[in-house]
């Protein structure tokens, strides 16, 4: 069974920086694609970023580029999403996600509903 944990959340002041990590179990996390999504109270989910299955290529929400950045350490089966720069705007809940991945292939967020697996969430909270 799949199953993915998200951990790293919390209150941190506007500038500041936090690591999200989404430990997976019962799957080979070299074979999916992992995204990260977020959802903040009455708007709707948005995709973050993504990583290949492979690892190689990336995708960022324009919202967050420059400041958050996405890896994967499949030995330890577990993709991180390292926040700098936090904003106000940031406040949500965090979700990782996966999906099969395709050799070779650039990772996409949308549309979410292809990732058919999902962790429960961390809150992350910018605020001073």
């Known amino acids: 069974q799949l199953q993915l944990v998200e951990s790293g959340g919390g209150l941190v002041q506007p500038g500041g920086s936090l690591r999200l990590s989404c430990a997976v179990s019962g799957f080979t996390l070299g074979d999916y694609v992992i995204g990260w999504f977020r959802q903040a109270p009455g708007k709707e989910r948005e995709g973050v970023s993504c990583?290949?299955?492979?690892?190689?290529?990336?995708n960022y929400a324009d919202s967050v580029k420059g400041r958050f950045a996405i890896s994967r350490d499949n030995a330890k089966s577990t993709v991180y999403l390292q926040m700098s720069s936090l904003e106000a705007e940031d406040t949500a809940v965090y979700y990782c996600a996966a999906k099969i991945g395709r050799p070779f292939s650039v990772c996409v967020l949308e549309p979410s509903t292809d990732f058919g697996s999902w962790g429960q969430g961390t809150q992350v909270t910018v605020s001073s």
């Open positions: 990583i290949s299955s492979s690892g190689g290529r990336t």
